[in-house]
């Protein structure tokens, strides 16, 4: 019997040498770098040597047309098995079942720890499953020339009446003026840091309410009566009030770290950043995400997963995203950043818990891309009261 035994491991034995050694899978992965200084070669081959049986197909889809491709491909049974992601896509993609799950798998996940708070709240799915782990991300913040609070004896805003009364005294028109507001198209975030944060919501009755109507009519003052705002802000892009605020025609605007350093460049520490001013008690700014997802019709999924836990974390992370520009989503990465200077890492790390997004939905994205800049722009031109503007956002949302 032991020498039956003997003869069948034997050629058990024979068998797996002839066979060889067990083919790699390989995990087909999507994403999109402009940065010509793209790290994607250096990292797939460091996770390739931690993870002998994977091999990892990474292609740079261009931007412009990453989404029809991605939706394309779903469709025609060739998608990726994961790839880099928004949340603007994400409803549609849980609608045609294209993800895959990984709530359990980031539960059990040893870096989930690392990652700061309130980024898996974020990016939940609209039914509440766990679909994107977060890749790199930035928040709304308020930078404020420094020098001009300092010569004004001021300090930088915490409330939003601190706020109005700084813009106020910061303004020596037409020379200067204390708030830089993106009026024209991309400035709902702005916005939304004055009246979100006083309870508006879009939302069927949403918009409407008394106290919404009187926050959106506080920053129309601003410009109307206090005229703190400048006279072009009813079409002002992002060029505009960035150029404005570097040649100190502004002294406070809201943006994001990705504008840090060209600021830094041109200002030196004339520059700083502290969160956007709480109104009533409560503080609220727009959160820009870019996540990795592995899509349900994948073969391999758990080395997909492996592929995607591997960019968000640690010195991977921070690695990806000196490519992007972005920050990194890890708390080891955020204490030890180098590609922006501390303060406005510190604003935007501050900033996230209570960053916030808007409802995933068509109406929300007529709401960024065309209606709110018009009735903001007539609003504060006078064309419309600030009851007929709200009423007018709203509608988009009555069903």
């Known amino acids: 019997m032991r020498l039956l035994q003997r003869l069948a491991a034997v050629c058990a034995l024979a068998a797996s040498l002839a066979a060889g050694p067990a083919a790699a899978e390989t995990v087909r992965f999507w994403y999109h770098f402009d940065n010509p200084d793209n790290p994607m070669l250096e990292l797939v081959a460091k996770f390739e040597a931690a993870n002998p049986g994977i091999k990892v197909e990474a292609e740079n889809v261009p931007w412009n047309s990453y989404y029809d491709n991605l939706y394309t491909a779903i469709v025609g049974g060739n998608a990726p098995d994961a790839a880099m992601v928004k949340l603007f896509a994400q409803p549609r993609l849980v609608e045609m079942g294209a993800l895959e799950p990984i709530g359990e798998r980031i539960d059990a996940w040893p870096g989930k720890a690392d990652l700061l708070d309130n980024l898996l709240t974020l990016n939940k799915g609209p039914d509440g499953k766990q679909y994107y782990l977060p890749i790199q991300y930035v928040v709304l913040y308020l930078y404020y020339r420094a020098d001009l609070f300092k010569e004004a004896g001021l300090e930088p805003p915490k409330t939003c009446d601190e706020f109005r009364a700084a813009a106020k005294a910061l303004t020596k028109a037409p020379e200067r003026w204390g708030f830089g507001l993106r009026g024209g198209k991309g400035g709902w975030?702005?916005?939304?840091?004055?009246?979100?944060?006083?309870?508006?919501t879009l939302a069927?009755?949403?918009?409407?309410?008394?106290?919404?109507?009187?926050?959106n009519q506080w920053l129309i003052d601003m410009f109307q009566k206090d005229k703190s705002i400048p006279p072009s802000a009813p079409n002002d892009g992002f060029q505009e009030i960035i150029g404005a605020f570097k040649a100190g025609k502004t002294a406070m605007t809201i943006h994001h770290i990705g504008s840090s350093n060209d600021l830094v460049k041109a200002l030196g520490d004339k520059v700083s950043a502290v969160p956007v001013p709480a109104c009533d008690g409560r503080a609220w700014t727009s959160y820009g995400d870019e996540s990795l997802a592995v899509f349900s019709a994948s073969t391999v999924k758990?080395?997909?997963?492996?592929?995607?836990?591997?960019?968000?974390?640690?010195?991977n992370n921070v690695a990806f995203n000196k490519a992007t520009g972005q920050m990194t989503v890890t708390k080891s990465g955020a204490a030890h950043w180098t590609l922006h200077q501390r303060r406005f890492v510190d604003a935007t790390v501050n900033s996230l818990p209570f960053a916030a997004v808007l409802p995933q939905s068509t109406a929300t994205a007529e709401f960024v891309n065309t209606a709110w800049p018009t009735a903001m722009q007539q609003a504060l031109t006078g064309q419309i009261t600030s009851e007929a503007m709200m009423k007018q956002l709203e509608a988009l949302f009555a069903q």
């Open 189 to 200: 975030d702005q916005w939304g840091t004055f009246v979100f944060s006083r309870g508006a």
């Open 204 to 215: 069927p009755g949403g918009l409407t309410t008394p106290q919404a109507i009187a926050a």
């Open 302 to 315: 758990d080395a997909a997963w492996k592929w995607i836990a591997f960019l968000a974390e640690g010195e």
